[in-house]
Every structure is written in C-alpha cells, then in structure tokens.
Nanobody, 124 residues
Framework: VQVAESGGGLVQAGESLKLSCTAS????????LGWFRQAPGKEREGVSC????????YYEESVKGRFTISRDNSKDMVYLQMNGLKPEDTAMYYC??????????????????WGQGTQVTVSS
C-alpha cells in the first residue's frame, strides 16, 4: 500500500491551500481516510477524517468552518481544502488510511497506512 500527499506550500495568513492524497494497493472506497498534522515539538493531531460514501465524522475543533475534507472514490483521492489559514496551522500534514469499514477517528493509532507528509507553512 502506498499513500502520497501533495499540495503543501508557503502561503500568507488568510489564504487557501488544497491538499490531495492518493492511496494505492488497497480497495480505496472501503477505507476510512484521515488527515493529520504535526508541528515541530508537538504531537501528531487528527485534523479530519472521512468515512465511506463521504460521510464525514470528525473535524478538529480549531479547523471547523475553515477546512473541508472530501473524497473521490472514482479517482482514489482524498482532499483537504484549507481556507482562512492561520500561522498556527503551520505543520507537516499527513494523509492516512485506516481500516476497511473502520471508525472515523482523530486518533492516529486507528490508522495503518501513512504518507510521507506535505509541509504547510503559513506566514503572518
């Protein structure tokens, strides 16, 4: 199984980015997919996850109303649209695949396949 993120970059506060993630080697539409982030010196935290049939179940409190997760099972892709970015959103962002028909959770322990991450840096 391979998971790969893209779309990170350097933006100014208030701007937007859209992260993309593809996962291969698994039956994509059976898996819960999640986005996590980790800032230097901090623990990895769950940002959002999306269940089968695009039923979202989780957004971390600080991103509610600004970030939107979506998936396109026909393309084996999951996305994270990030609007109104803030300097505190600066982190390495990771995409992860959980378990077939699994639980949508912000806990990283519930995910078994991980990408290498894409850096998001928001300047003030």
């Amino acid at each position: 199984v391979q998971v790969a993120e893209s779309g990170g970059g350097l933006v100014q506060a208030g701007e937007s980015l859209k992260l993309s993630c593809t996962a291969s080697g698994l039956t994509f539409d059976e898996y819960v997919l999640g986005w996590f982030r980790q800032a230097p010196g901090k623990e990895r935290e769950g940002v959002s996850c999306i269940k089968l049939l695009a039923r979202t179940s989780y957004y971390e409190e600080s991103v509610k109303g600004r970030f939107t997760i979506s998936r396109d099972n026909s393309k084996d892709m999951v996305y994270l649209q990030m609007n109104g970015l803030k300097p505190e959103d600066t982190a390495m962002y990771y995409c992860a695949a959980g378990w077939p028909y699994g639980v949508c959770s912000g806990s990283w322990g519930r995910y078994q396949y991980w990408g290498q991450g894409t850096q998001v840096t928001v300047s003030s």
